[in-house]
């Protein structure tokens, strides 16, 4: 029997997609009962969960917890942040509007079938959000490896894990100087657009998260494991 793709959702078209994408993936389609939305012994090679279906989000969490490696996307009809956040918190590796649901998880599986680092993305803000402020931006408190700081330098978004490597203080409490982020604790310096360090006593670097601009939002991109 060919590996399974299961689908948590109602959704007709996207139900319809799903199929095609797991018939040109050689794996075979399985709706997953709404209602409990239980977790199957075996893992599937991907699952995909339409968030605004009643117990979405605790089917969603027990599906990760049975089964940390899997490929899970889940998708929203219309973009309304707390479901969204609250789908990232839960475990979905991507969480993504209705018509992107079938491509992202086509995108996902494929490479997690074909052996590539797995990722995991956490929506920001629309990317007009971000015109016109300079420097730091904002801290996202709640993300796969903690805090996480956003500048916004030259053009570019970048976010550095936000904890000081050296004994932890929060780094974007500390003094900006163009690219340059000093800690307000004992004053190491790292560049916030990699993460180098410039300056001791601490002796790493700042750890750098990846940011992707994707049909105009921002997000933060995680590999699976540690970030260095
Ligand atoms: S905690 Fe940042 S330099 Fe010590």
């Known amino acids: 029997m060919p590996p399974l793709l299961a689908v948590l959702a109602r959704d007709p078209l996207v139900c319809g997609r799903v199929v095609r994408v797991a018939s040109r993936l050689g794996l075979e389609a399985l709706q997953v009962r709404v209602a409990s939305g239980e977790a199957s012994e075996t893992a599937p090679a991907g699952l ?59 995108r996902l599986v494929t490479d997690h079938l074909s052996g590539a680092r ?54 974007c409490e500390g003094e900006l100087d163009g690219d340059i982020i000093t800690c307000p604790r004992h004053g190491s310096q790292f560049r916030v657009t990699d993460g180098e360090r410039v300056r001791g006593p601490a002796d790493e670097a700042a750890v750098s998260i990846r940011t992707v601009i994707e049909a105009g939002d921002v997000f933060l991109e995680f590999e699976a494991g540690p970030q260095r």
């Open 118 to 171: 797995r990722s995991r993305r956490v929506r920001l803000a629309p990317e007009q959000d971000f015109a016109g402020r300079l420097g730091f931006v904002g801290k996202v408190e709640e993300t796969p490896v903690g805090p996480v700081s956003v500048f916004h330098i030259a053009g570019k978004l970048t976010a550095l894990v936000d904890t000081c490597p050296h004994a932890g203080a929060s780094l």
């Open 48 to 106: 995909l969960v339409e968030l605004e279906l009643d117990g979405a989000i605790d089917a969603l969490t027990r599906w990760r917890a049975a089964h940390p490696q899997l490929v899970i996307v889940a998708f929203l009809s219309t973009p309304e942040s707390a479901l969204w956040h609250e789908g990232e918190s839960a475990g979905a590796d991507l969480v993504t509007t209705r018509g992107r649901a079938d491509r992202e998880l086509a």
